[in-house]
């Protein structure tokens, strides 16, 4: 009888997910952490990754958590979901976008997903046809890109300029657009850069998706984070020029990531999303895939309903953030191009030949993490080498020692 070691298991690394990861976030927020001084004393501030439910000043009202409470007491949600969510929470979701929306959405466009990066995961894997592509924005969001690569869609980056407010470089995404194109995304307003787009803008994006035949993936998850004076208008506005695709969800909003509540809505009144088979597909594949936990669907009505007192976390946010892009201006080997008007974070320019022993924005962050405790997302991990991404939604006395750390790791490592 043949030995049992002697021969190999037939399983193993999967390549597709080797190559995929190295630079995304939660990848990134790992080596940061394991730069950590084990025998610091002062307690680690994390502006790394944008979560603030744990902070008391960013707790949600006790009304949305009873009505998760009322709607698993009531036994009326302990059954499968349907796909593409309750009838109820389909509706409510619904009710809810129309509300800003100069025309109503009906619960047959809204899919409610678990969390908006499945709902990433889900419209990747719908688009990914051999031979299709799609164009991300860079600096973005690393879920899409690396959903993209395990789904072998090519992707093609786009830049967003820093230097107009962190517009789309329309220009570049006609040169990067081809007939296998499939759609471009936009994330408004925006992580990781703090900026809201225009109506004008918008419009332009609309106009330059049907030039190209591509449909417009909008990422509005941060759609109640908008602080400044741009107002923030929905892509779906437009969505009589070209089609649209809406995420959302209760992770930012609402500040509640761990709920795994999303929503995916269809914008396609010429019904060009249905002619091309493309909803047909949708369907198919979130019939395959898992639904949103039943008894947070239940509660949705409830939670979308009411006024909660958000507008009081709006204002902190938007004290953060002034507090923040102040600070950054005052720091020589730091340049932040613009105020943030939205969202909870903002990118900064590290001018490297300022720095005296600083190879590379990992390098920096890794360093920061070991003297000072302090977690920042170099700016490898949304796709820009050489700058940090900032969050800002934190406790104010925190984003003050997170300044105050940061200056004094930048004056001991500045050129003398
Ligand atoms: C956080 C975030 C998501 C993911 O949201 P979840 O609902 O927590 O899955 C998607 N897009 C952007 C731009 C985000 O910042």
Known sequence: MEEKGSKQWNFGANKALERSSKDGLREVLHILRSSL??????????????????????????????????????????????????????????????????????????????????????????????????????????????????????????????????????????????DKTAAMLIINPCNPCGNVLSRQHLRKIAETARELRIMVIADEVYERFVFGSEAFVSMAEYAEIAPVIKLGGLSKGWFLPGWRLGWIVTFDPHHILKQSGFVRSLNNYLNMTTDAVTFIQGAIPEILGKEDRFYMKLELIRECGEICYEEMKKIPCLNCPSKPQGSMFLMVRLKLWLLEDIRDDLDFCCKLAKEESLIILPGRAVGLKNWLRITFAVEVQSLRDAISRLKSFVHRHSLK
Do not use: M
């Not at 973005?140 to 107009?164: C, H, I, M, T, W």
């Not at 995404?173 to 081809?178: E, F, T």
């Open 37 to 178: 001084d084990p025998s610091e004393s002062r307690p680690v501030i994390a502006l790394g990754h944008g979560d603030p439910s744990s902070f008391p000043s960013f707790r949600i009202d006790e009304a949305t958590e009873n009505a998760v409470a009322k709607a698993l007491l009531s036994a009326k949600f302990n059954s499968y979901s349907y796909t593409s969510g309750i009838p109820i929470a389909r509706k409510a979701v619904a009710e809810y976008i129309s509300r800003d929306l100069s025309y109503k959405v009906s619960p047959e466009e809204v899919h409610v997903v678990a969390g908006c990066k499945q709902g990433i995961e889900v419209l990747i894997s719908v688009l990914a046809r051999p031979g299709a592509n799609i164009l991300l924005p860079r600096p973005g969001f690393s879920a899409y890109g690396s959903r993209a690569s395990f789904s072998q869609l090519e992707v093609r980056y786009f830049n967003l300029l820093p230097d107009k407010g962190w517009e789309v470089d329309l220009d570049a995404v006609k040169a990067l657009a081809d």
